[in-house]
């Protein structure tokens, strides 16, 4: 039993995973302002609609959705640390008396 057949034999929690991943993704990567409320919930009703698409693809054609997902999560935490970690170097380099 592989990680593909856990996924369609649990397809509540892989569609979650799958809507979480994806607004995750889009509130890192896409959202640059506040929406307000209703176009807010026009944004997450078709992130709904296209997470029950990937779970199709996920489920009957067997491709990686989630898993390729994650990963794309981990590489954005990686960023997001490198940045953290750049900012915090060079600011200890100019606090550093010469």
């Keep these: 039993?592989?990680?593909n057949d856990w996924f369609a034999d649990h397809l509540w929690v892989t569609y979650c995973?799958?809507?979480g991943f994806t607004a995750y993704v889009?509130?890192?990567?896409?959202?640059v302002r506040k929406l307000p409320i209703l176009?807010?919930?026009?944004v997450?009703?078709?992130i709904g609609a296209g997470s029950f698409m990937l779970l199709l693809f996920q489920?009957?054609?067997?491709?990686?959705?989630v898993p390729s997902l994650f990963v794309?999560?981990?590489m954005m935490l990686l960023y997001r640390g490198r940045v953290?970690?750049?900012s915090w170097r060079s600011k200890n380099q100019q606090d550093q008396p010469k």
């Design 1 to 3: 039993m592989g990680l």
């Design 17 to 19: 995973l799958i809507f």
């Design 26 to 31: 889009y509130n890192k990567v896409f959202r």
């Design 39 to 42: 176009k807010e919930l026009i």
């Design 44 to 46: 997450y009703l078709m």
């Design 59 to 65: 489920v009957d054609a067997r491709l990686p959705i």
């Design 72 to 74: 794309a999560i981990v």
């Design 84 to 86: 953290l970690y750049t």
